[in-house]
């Protein structure tokens, strides 16, 4: 009975780690750049303002990504290691020819 309840809770941890949201990552929006002298000198603050900004909004851009990148590999492992635990089972139960993956 004790290794169904280790097995149950560690699928349930690993179903967990699978079902968690990826974080939706926005790439920032470029700044504008006016072609007239006129409308760029009207408004030079507000540009440069926007390039900033955009800097600013590129690192976390990037460390969205990054977080996004980590939670794929966390799960990616969880996957391999059902995986694993799938295969074992299978090969428990007699059925490691149908569990098999076909060759190419």
């Known amino acids: ?22 974080p939706v990552c926005d790439p920032p929006v ?8 006129a409308t760029f000198k009207e408004y ?5 303002q926007d ?7 590129m690192s ?6 990054d977080h996004a990148r980590a939670e794929l590999m966390a799960e990616a492992q969880a996957v391999s290691q ?3 635990e799938f295969l074992a089972r299978a ?3 007699g059925l490691t020819r ?3 993956t076909p060759l190419e």
């Open 1 to 22: 009975m004790a290794g169904k309840i280790r097995t149950c809770c560690r699928s349930a941890t690993i179903f967990a780690l699978i079902g968690a949201a990826a």
């Open 30 to 37: 470029v700044p504008f750049m006016p072609e007239s002298d």
């Open 44 to 48: 030079a603050d507000l540009i440069n």
């Open 51 to 57: 390039f900033e900004r955009y800097f600013t909004e």
């Open 60 to 65: 976390r851009y990037s460390a969205c990504l």
């Open 82 to 84: 059902l995986h694993r």
């Open 91 to 93: 090969e428990a139960l």
């Open 98 to 100: 149908k569990a098999a």
